[in-house]
């Protein structure tokens, strides 16, 4: 190959590479992805036959609409937040039938409440979207942004984006401790379960890796034994039930050290992992420091600490959810979630690692060879 021929394709990839710029994203912002289970799904479950749904009142009581979206809050949740600081438009859920054209071209959200790390998590909710398939939409997804705006662009697009995964606290809630003995807690210890569940987990972002993303933001599980549905049913005087609190803390360090092996391995600064354990404990700890009245009763239920079956409309219902942690047995208000995000954004190495988004954002992607 001589010089000449060199400096040709420089110039051809400059000039693609100046084209593309206008195509990836809509609006001049990065595409945004998001993958897991309930405490991201904006409503995917909608269009499923499944159990695991919050499409009917009170959810969505303070979104904008005020109507049920399929989000497990009463407003909004963590991806619509990190869009909403990031000033990029809310992401659709890519079952909608609405998602076309260049409406792909802001991303997607794959995630689907119930599913976890393993294939036969929420097997009791039968039709969910498990994480191989969500992983087979992208893959599908990208056929279709491929068809729209070319394989190049496509490529630019999907690197650029933003990728955010959450998993693992149905592997504890739906799976291991589901019944007093379960098939895994018969098989695992927990402390074989974990680390089972973390090389699990570096499959499945690996293959995110090798469909072409280069931004990965992964959320650790919050403290699982402190969510009202297990202090209704495994704690004697309302403390955080003491198994679920020793999986959180083992799972949340081991992650990160995944994550790092990770990077490592695939010489990347791709991945960031959020200690969400420890962002959580601090309101459940302290929770009048962060405006909260309660960290202890879901705002919407029943029985003790309203911890009991599902959010319906025949539950009782606080006037004032910001008050309130949880806004049902199992997930964050709205309110905590935006606490949660902002550690997220702009926290220090306590709770971000190796860093926060923030920074993610602003390290230039590598580009496509
Ligand atoms: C989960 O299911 C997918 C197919 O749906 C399969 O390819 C994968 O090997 C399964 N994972 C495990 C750990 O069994
Ligand atoms: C966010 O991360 C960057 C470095 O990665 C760091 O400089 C900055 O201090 C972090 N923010 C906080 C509040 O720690």
Redesign the pocket.
Known sequence: MDAGFIIVLVLILAVGNDTVCEGAGSGGHPAFFVFGDSLVDIGNNNYLATSARADSPPYGIDYPTHRPTGRFSNGLNIPDLISEEMGWEPNMPYLSPDLTGQKLLTGSNFASAGVGILNDTGIQFVNIIRIPQQLDYFQQYQERVKALIGEAAMKKLIKEALVLVTLGGNDFVNNYYLLPSTARSLQFSLKAYIPFLISEYQKILKRLYELGVGKVLVTGTGPLGCVPAELATRSRAGECAADLQLASSLFNPQLVQMLDALNKDLSTKAFIGANTNIMHLEFITNPKAYGFTTSKMACCGQGPYNGMGLCTPLSSLCPNRDEYVFWDAFHPSEKANRLIVKQIL????TY?HP??L??LMSLDSKPIT
């Open positions: 702009k926290g220090s190495i971000m860093m926060n923030s920074s």
